[in-house]
T-cell receptor, first 113, second 116 residues
Framework: LAKTTQPISMDSYEGQEVNITCSHNNIATNDYITWYQQFPSQGPRFIIQGYKTKVTNEVASLFIPADRKSSTLSLPRVSLSDTAVYYCLVGDSGATGFQKLVFGTGTRLLVSP | AAGVIQSPRHLIKEKRETATLKCYPIPRHDTVYWYQQGPGQDPQFLISFYEKMQSDKGSIPDRFSAQQFSDYHSELNMSSLELGDSALYFC???????????????FGEGSRLTVL
């Protein structure tokens, strides 16, 4: 399984764009990259998933370079409610399901007024 | 829309007692995961099931066991409880493969276990 490395914490201000980068040097050919957001005492919540290049949805963008050894989650114009822990996960389903999805040390994002 | 249901939401036990947590996945989801999250820690993968068969194990203590039943609900059984077992236990479900890519995990609200 690809191990992921993220910054421990980041600080930002309301209205700014936040980019969180995750390193996954040992990513396998079939692995997808998925980001989750977690608020205190709540279960993680899916943000975005990608395999290569760029993926965008209504809340975030995910940039994946050609070598796929890293990925960057981009949150446009953050608000106070975006203060949370963000996790990058790497894995694939294989033949028997999405196995052993391991959460690494997430990035604690603090958004200030 | 139906979400992952976990019960009980809160549980208080004494040391050396036994506890059982239940998880009801989203209908038609074929995969269930259990995670343990201690205070200030990241979620730790315990075990997963795909189509009612154990698919992988993580850092699950031997005192813990889990199974998935014919109706797809899952139970996490914890025996000889220790103080260090106090944590939030999350269950998540997913479709292993959803429209050409791995399915997203949907997490329940968690069961908070306190061991005294």
């Amino acid at each position: 399984l690809a191990k992921t490395t993220q910054p421990i914490s980041m600080d930002s201000y309301e209205g700014q764009e936040v980019n969180i980068t995750c390193s996954h040097n040992n990513i396998a050919t079939n692995d997808y990259i998925t980001w989750y957001q977690q608020f205190p005492s709540q279960g993680p919540r899916f943000i975005i998933q990608g395999y290569k290049t760029k993926v965008t949805n209504e809340v975030a963008s995910l940039f994946i370079p050609a070598d796929r050894k890293s990925s960057t989650l981009s949150l446009p114009r953050v608000s106070l409610s975006d203060t949370a822990v963000y996790y990058c996960l790497v894995g694939d389903s294989g033949a028997t399901g999405f196995q052993k999805l391991v959460f690494g040390t997430g990035t604690r994002l603090l958004v200030s007024p | 829309a139906a979400g992952v249901i976990q019960s009980p939401r809160h549980l208080i036990k004494e040391k050396r007692e036994t506890a059982t947590l239940k998880c009801y996945p989203i209908p038609r989801h074929d995969t269930v995961y259990w995670y343990q999250q201690g205070p200030g820690q990241d979620p730790q993968f315990l075990i997963s099931f795909y189509e009612k068969m154990q698919s992988d194990k993580g850092s699950i203590p031997d005192r813990f066991s889990a199974q998935q039943f014919s109706d797809y609900h899952s139970e996490l059984n914890m025996s000889s409880l220790e103080l260090g077992d106090s944590a939030l236990y999350f269950c998540a479900s997913s479709l292993a493969w959803d429209r050409g890519h791995p399915g997203e995990l949907f997490f329940g609200e968690g069961s908070r276990l306190t061991v005294l």
